[in-house]
């Protein structure tokens, strides 16, 4: 474990009601509304499970995973919608690029959920402060609400995040894990499921300070490799690292204008900052890109994007500028632009490059 380990600020952040609140967000109307999305409930008689719901329709006892029979039984009332993964897709690939422009360490663990290393803050004053600022962001650029947990660790961060949900902030600094963790069930630390909870449960154990009573041979006995991870974690010691997972496949990143934007030097501007970034952090992942990719939002949430594939892959900036410029040129409206970004994609490894025909002809 690193030694500054108590130093580091990681911050779990987990959009409430996900696909429910993109579809409110795609119409308002339902605003306030009990929606749950998944199977169609058939009057009562669907086969199928709820993907989930928004709070209002969770205040009738509906949750994910339920029967949408039973859903509808709970709420015949609800607007039950099904569930629309390209539009989430898409929204969820938008929330993560947002979240990547913080933090190098960045770690997305699902669809709406990711991990920040946010240590470079230093403080919790300022962390809050950034914690606020990524809600703002994230509502502003796609009008859903998201929860924010910021801890010591990944498991206090994840935790926090889901302590006051929706559209929550939770701080819990170093000194008062112990006491932030010890009332919680013990089913809240990741990893204790279900049927873990309850042989606890059997042995008397409710809560995480029962759970720290356990020694830790007895854990392993009890559930093994991961009893030892269960008796850290019950003290907030989780020494993982927050790290992009191996093989992503896309690096892109956006900026959005203080003020609608319609002079093209300014968008020209925007696109040399910003592909000098992705080349940056693709080339010390060793990766080269195929395809590029320009979206730009005009005012009023008009998205328009398109993708160019090159002939081979590069790791030329300057060529990957150039597709981009060209892209922007084919593709503006002479509108005014609200947010601008580039996408590269279709990775290979550098050193798994086998140097082609036009590559070698063109060193001279
Ligand atoms: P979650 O983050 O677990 O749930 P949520 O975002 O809907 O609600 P919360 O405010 O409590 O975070 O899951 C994210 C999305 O994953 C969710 O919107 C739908 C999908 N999902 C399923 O399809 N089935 C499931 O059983 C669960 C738990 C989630
Ligand atoms: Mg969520």
Request: include cysteine; charge should be neutral; proline fraction near 4%.
């Amino acid at each position: 474990m690193p030694e500054d380990e108590d130093q580091r600020i990681i911050f779990h952040i987990d959009m409430d009601s996900f696909y429910a609140s993109v579809e409110v967000r795609e119409r308002p109307e339902l605003t306030g509304k009990p929606v749950v999305i998944g199977a169609d409930p058939k009057e009562g008689h669907g086969r199928g499970v709820v993907s989930t719901c928004s709070y209002e329709a969770r205040a009738f006892g509906i949750r994910s995973a339920m029967p949408i029979s039973n859903a509808y039984r709970k709420c015949p009332e609800c607007v039950f919608l099904p569930v629309n993964m390209p539009l989430y897709s898409k929204v969820s690939e938008n929330v993560m690029e947002i979240l990547r422009q913080h933090s190098e360490k960045f770690r997305q663990v699902s669809i709406d959920e990711a991990y920040l290393d946010m240590s470079h803050l230093e403080d919790y004053k300022t962390a809050e402060i950034v914690g606020y600022r990524i809600k703002e962001q994230i509502k502003e650029e796609e009008k859903i609400t998201c929860s924010v947990g910021i801890g010591p660790s990944m498991v206090i961060a994840k935790i926090s995040s889901d302590y006051n949900k929706p559209d929550g902030l939770t701080i819990v600094k170093p000194e008062d894990v112990m006491n932030f963790l010890a009332p919680m069930p013990a089913g809240k630390i990741p990893g204790i499921g279900r049927k873990s909870a309850a042989k606890l449960e059997k042995n008397g154990i409710i809560t995480i300070a029962d759970l720290r009573k356990c020694d830790v041979q007895s854990l392993i006995s009890a559930f093994g490799r991961h009893g030892e991870a269960m008796y850290w974690m019950a003290r907030g010691t989780d020494n993982r690292e927050v790290r992009e997972r191996e093989g992503r496949k896309s690096i892109g990143r956006q900026t959005t204008y203080e003020e609608d934007v319609t002079d093209t030097a300014v968008i020209m501007e925007s696109i040399n900052r910003i592909c000098r970034d992705i080349h940056r952090r693709m080339s010390k992942q060793g990766y080269r890109c195929r395809t590029i990719t320009v979206k730009i939002r005009y005012s009023g949430f008009i998205d328009r994007t398109r993708s160019k594939s090159l002939s081979r892959h590069t790791e030329n900036l300057s060529e990957i500028m150039n597709t981009a410029e060209k892209i922007f040129e084919e593709l503006y409206e002479n509108k005014p632009v609200r947010s601008f970004g580039v996408t590269i994609s279709g990775f290979e490894n550098r050193d798994s490059h086998q140097t082609g025909l036009n590559e070698f002809l063109s060193v001279k």
